[in-house]
Structure formats: C-alpha cells, structure tokens
T-cell receptor, first 114, second 111 residues
Framework: DAGVIQSPRHEVTEMGQEVTLRCKPISGHNSLFWYRQTMMRGLELLIYFNNNVPIDDSGMPEDRFSAKMPNASFSTLKIQPSEPRDSAVYFC????????????FGPGTRLTVL | DQQVKQNSPSLSVQEGRISILNCDYTNSMFDYFLWYKKYPAEGPTFLIS?????DKNEDGRFTVFLNKSAKHLSLHIVPSQPGDSAVYFCAGIGTASKLTFGTGTRLQVTL
C-alpha cells in the first residue's frame, strides 16, 4: 500500500528560478495538506485542499507561492521566483477525514535555493 | 503566536527507562491532540492521539495524558528503546482540520 509520494526528494536551484514540487496523496484520501519545515519555525501549514478545492491558504507566505490540485491524485506547489529564504523541507500529507483527521505524510522535498 | 509549545528541544533517556515528552497549548478549541514521530530524511509518522474529552489514551508502550485545566499534554514511552530515538511533535487539530504543530523534541535513547 503506497503512502504519500513526493517528488523530487531533493531540489537545488538558483535564486529567481521557478520550482515545482509534486505530491500524490494516498488513494481514497480526500484532504491534502502542504507543510514547510524550517529550523526557525518548525512545521507550518501552507495550504490545504478538501475534495480538490483549496480550503485555507492563509499559511502561504506570499504571492510567489501557489498550489493546485487538478484531480484527486495529484497536487503541485509552485514557487516563482524562488528566493534563498524559501530553502526548507516541504511535506505533503493526506487524510481521509476520519474522526481524528489523522494525516499521513510523504517523505518530503528538501529545497535549497542558492 | 505559538499555539502549541514544546519547551524541551531535546531529551536523553537510558534504554528501559521512561521517556516523558511534554507539550503545552493555548488554543482551547482543539478537538484532538496527536503525537507524531519523525526520523531523519522521512516525513512525520502518526503515533497516537487523544480526544479533548479524554484524559488518557494508551497504545502499547505509548500513553498520552491530557490535562485540560493546565492545557498540557504529555507522551510517556515505557520502556524506552533505541529505536524510539527520533524527533517527536505534538499537534492540535481543530474543527477546520488544521494541524498546528509544536517545534518538536529530539529524543535520544541511550544504551
């Protein structure tokens, strides 16, 4: 049973470049979450979708960040243009909205912006 | 505004002894609290949860205690094993299904 799949696992890019992170949630899960982990701020929720619809994007840092979920099995998080302060580990998680709303995390994408 | 706080960044415990990880919160609207464990280069994995209407939940070696009046929860691991060495995050979840995480506590179980 495949868990949440993220790609790429590592991304190194130069400042100003566009970065696209990808996520495939667990089949049957109807909620998807994007998180960012940094040393300073820990794990922060950026945006989450329910049934492919963005519900809360209040955690998205600024307009350079955008996320889409075109279907139930795929989501992207895009940063354009990227900046060195965007360097972090980005996690995707999915949930089937059971009573406890347990979220299952992917392995993360480590992004380094030079 | 840190709604969930883990004030101890690290903890070292001897194998076989009890590990106690603490977490404080300020948001009274959380419905559930969850603990996640994270190994290096992996995503957090769900460990155990507790409803806000309960004060204890136990699963094998792991027990979570909730003190609502003090807005405090703790995770007890007994006996601790070397494989338990990881970063532990507590998180609260409210009606909007948003998980709010603490900053984590790194547990090191020594031989």
């Amino acid at each position: 049973d495949a868990g949440v799949i993220q790609s790429p696992r590592h991304e190194v890019t130069e400042m100003g470049q566009e970065v696209t992170l990808r996520c495939k949630p667990i089949s049957g899960h109807n909620s998807l979450f994007w998180y960012r982990q940094t040393m300073m701020r820990g794990l922060e929720l950026l945006i989450y979708f329910n049934n492919n619809v963005p519900i809360d994007d209040s955690g998205m840092p600024e307009d350079r960040f955008s996320a889409k979920m075109p279907n139930a099995s795929f989501s992207t998080l895009k940063i354009q243009p990227s900046e060195p302060r965007d360097s972090a580990v980005y996690f995707c998680a999915s949930s089937d909205r059971t009573e406890t709303d347990t979220q299952y995390f992917g392995p993360g994408t480590r992004l380094t912006v030079l | 505004d840190q709604q969930v706080k883990q004030n101890s960044p690290s903890l070292s415990v001897q194998e076989g002894r009890i590990s106690i990880l603490n977490c404080d919160y300020t948001n009274s609207m959380f419905d559930y609290f969850l603990w996640y464990k994270k190994y290096p280069a992996e995503g957090p994995t769900f460990l155990i949860s507790i409803s806000s209407i309960k004060d204890k939940n136990e699963d094998g070696r792991f027990t979570v205690f909730l003190n609502k009046s003090a807005k405090h929860l703790s995770l007890h691991i007994v006996p601790s094993q070397p494989g338990d060495s990881a970063v532990y995050f507590c998180a609260g979840i409210g009606t909007a299904s948003k998980l709010t995480f603490g900053t984590g506590t790194r547990l090191q179980v020594t031989l």
